[in-house]
């Protein structure tokens, strides 16, 4: 079946650098794509979306990337701070009522 | 104040012993869903509903109802719940005249015993 999956299920970074995380998506049909993080205790919060017919999109610190040729999406955050920590979600939809999700990249930033 | 209120927060409960979990949004989107997250698995859609008295089941529906009398409102029943419905739940809510972001609520904590 059509699956969304990440490369890592824990990436750490030191405060300051720059992070990146992975994505793979298997559904060539998905025209939308979401990025979410989820503090501890919290739900899943929006950061950025793309659509399928661009190739990148920035936000403030946040860089997404859509390479469709390999159905790979990346987030990119630059200079990571503590509050970064978090477990980050990519989705990505092809109709109105189905998102899936990844199983989620938990981010450790240390000082 | 934009929001989606679930409740309870967290519950403990037997196996068998039917519950309601609550989820009330303010924001007049007709689109909302609920969603089940387990370790391993990310978050799968249990059930969803694109308006009054229009529901669908998603991905993991076994076991669950939804009903959606009111448009604020889109409670999840576990009839007899089983302990493999222990898990962190879920209620989220989109306005699909602006997009497809989806804004969730603060998660429900359930344990079946």
């Known amino acids: 079946g059509e699956s969304v999956g990440l490369h890592l299920p824990t990436l750490s970074v030191q405060e300051g650098d720059n992070s990146i995380i992975n994505c793979a998506y298997s559904?060539?049909?998905?025209?939308?794509f979401i990025w979410y993080k989820q503090e501890s205790g919290k739900g899943p919060q929006f950061i950025i979306d793309?659509?399928?017919?661009?190739d990148k999109r920035q936000g403030q610190r946040v860089t997404v990337l859509l390479n469709k040729t390999v159905k790979h999406l990346s987030l990119q955050i630059a200079a990571t701070q503590p509050g970064d920590s978090a477990v980050y979600f990519c989705?990505?939809?092809?109709?109105?009522?189905?998102?899936?999700f990844g199983t989620g990249t938990r981010l450790q930033v240390t000082l | 104040e934009a929001q989606v209120t679930q409740n309870p927060r967290y519950l403990i409960t037997v196996t068998g012993k039917k519950l309601t979990v609550t989820c009330s949004q303010n924001?007049?989107?007709?689109?909302m869903s609920w969603y089940r997250q387990d370790p391993g698995l990310g978050l799968r859609q249990i059930y969803y509903?694109?308006?009054?008295?229009?529901?669908d089941k998603g991905d993991v529906p076994e076991g669950y109802k939804v009903s959606r009398k009111e448009k604020r409102n889109f409670p999840l029943i576990l009839e007899s719940p089983s302990p493999n419905q222990t898990s962190l739940y879920f209620c989220a809510t989109k306005n699909d005249r602006a997009g497809n972001t989806i804004y969730f609520g603060e998660g429900s904590w359930l344990t079946v015993v």
């Open positions: 559904n060539s049909a998905s025209d939308y």
């Open positions: 989705a990505e939809t092809g109709t109105a009522s189905k998102l899936t």
């Open positions: 793309i659509r399928s017919n661009m």
């Open positions: 509903s694109m308006n009054v008295e229009v529901t």
């Open positions: 924001m007049n989107h007709e689109y």
